[in-house]
């Protein structure tokens, strides 16, 4: 058996699962709950919550399982996994990896914190000016897709402010993506400003980010140079040289 209550004007679906699930179940209540919030909603935040009397999947449910996933792959912004089901855990966070949303398993007791995990931004983008053409943009936590939709406006609005744009990327925060599409929907902000800066200074302390700089160098148009977290001055300074 399935129930859903509404959440978030819809934006969030919380969905309670017990005893043997089927394809019924689906059919008629969590695909037309699913559908009915993208309607409203460009992606949406699910909560799963497998009870004790939770008994698991017939075949056909699996079925439709998988088929909700595949119809609306893109439609799912993060999802909470509430369970105690050893199998049904480690299943969840073998395919997590490869999922196009961030998903995390929870105990039933933590059901409160899988709610706060939903509601709450996991990432955030703040942009500082440093005077003249440069810009300080400093990416923090796991970002997603509605995080970078918004930063992009702002970094529009930025670059058109400015005579000549010179960027500090500050990743001394950053934790990465939550998802596939999070990271699809950055790499594409930076294609589409590849050509703007002047000069980009970036900021870090992990290999992969020195790393990155290196990558990032042979697509820009501009002048780039990787500094510690340490000589975060020494990079204000050469990007206002």
Same mark, same amino acid.
């Given at each position: 058996?399935?129930?859903?209550?509404?959440?978030?004007? !819809?934006?969030?679906?919380?969905?309670?699962?017990?005893?043997?699930?089927? /394809?019924?179940?689906?059919?008629?209540?969590?695909?037309?709950?699913?559908?009915?919030?993208?309607?409203?909603?460009?992606?949406?935040?699910?909560?799963?919550?497998?009870?004790?009397? #939770?008994?698991?999947?017939?075949?056909?449910?699996?079925?439709?399982?998988?088929? *909700?996933?595949?119809?609306?792959?893109?439609?799912?912004?993060?999802?909470?996994?509430?369970?105690?089901?050893?199998?049904?855990?480690?299943?969840?966070?073998?395919?997590?990896?490869?999922?196009?949303?961030?998903?995390?398993?929870?105990?039933?007791?933590?059901?409160?914190?899988?709610?706060?995990?939903?509601?709450?931004?996991? !990432?955030?983008?703040?942009?500082?000016?440093?005077?003249?053409?440069?810009?300080?943009?400093?990416?923090?936590?796991?970002?997603?897709?509605?995080?970078?939709?918004?930063?992009?406006?702002?970094?529009?609005?930025?670059?058109?402010?400015?005579?000549?744009?010179?960027? *500090?990327?500050?990743?001394?925060? #950053?934790?990465?993506?939550?998802?596939?599409?999070?990271?699809?929907?950055? #790499?594409?902000?930076?294609?589409?400003?590849?050509?703007?800066?002047?000069?980009?200074?970036?900021?870090?302390?992990?290999?992969?980010?020195?790393?990155?700089?290196? *990558?990032?160098?042979? #697509?820009?148009? /501009?002048?780039?140079?990787?500094?510690?977290?340490?000589?975060?001055?020494?990079?204000?300074?050469? *990007?206002?040289?």
């Amino acid at each position: 058996m399935i129930s859903v209550e509404t959440q978030m004007d !819809g934006a969030l679906l919380e969905v309670e699962l017990s005893e043997q699930i089927t /394809a019924q179940d689906y059919d008629t209540v969590l695909i037309p709950a699913v559908e009915k919030a993208l309607e409203t909603h460009d992606r949406i935040r699910l909560m799963m919550t497998f009870g004790q009397e #939770f008994q698991g999947y017939d075949l056909s449910a699996a079925w439709a399982d998988s088929k *909700l996933g595949l119809s609306h792959w893109s439609g799912f912004d993060r999802i909470a996994v509430v369970t105690d089901t050893g199998w049904l855990r480690n299943s969840i966070r073998l395919a997590a990896p490869i999922l196009p949303c961030p998903m995390q398993v929870f105990d039933l007791i933590d059901a409160e914190t899988a709610r706060r995990w939903l509601r709450e931004s996991l !990432g955030s983008v703040h942009m500082i000016d440093l005077g003249g053409p440069c810009l300080q943009v400093k990416l923090m936590g796991k970002l997603d897709p509605e995080v970078i939709a918004n930063a992009e406006k702002d970094l529009d609005a930025q670059i058109r402010a400015r005579d000549g744009f010179r960027l *500090l990327l500050d990743l001394s925060e #950053f934790d990465g993506w939550q998802g596939l599409s999070a990271m699809v929907a950055h #790499f594409s902000l930076v294609r589409e400003h590849a050509a703007t800066p002047e000069r980009v200074a970036v900021v870090g302390d992990h290999a992969w980010q020195r790393a990155a700089q290196h *990558l990032m160098g042979r #697509f820009l148009n /501009a002048d780039s140079h990787f500094f510690d977290v340490s000589d975060i001055e020494g990079a204000k300074a050469w *990007l206002k040289a």
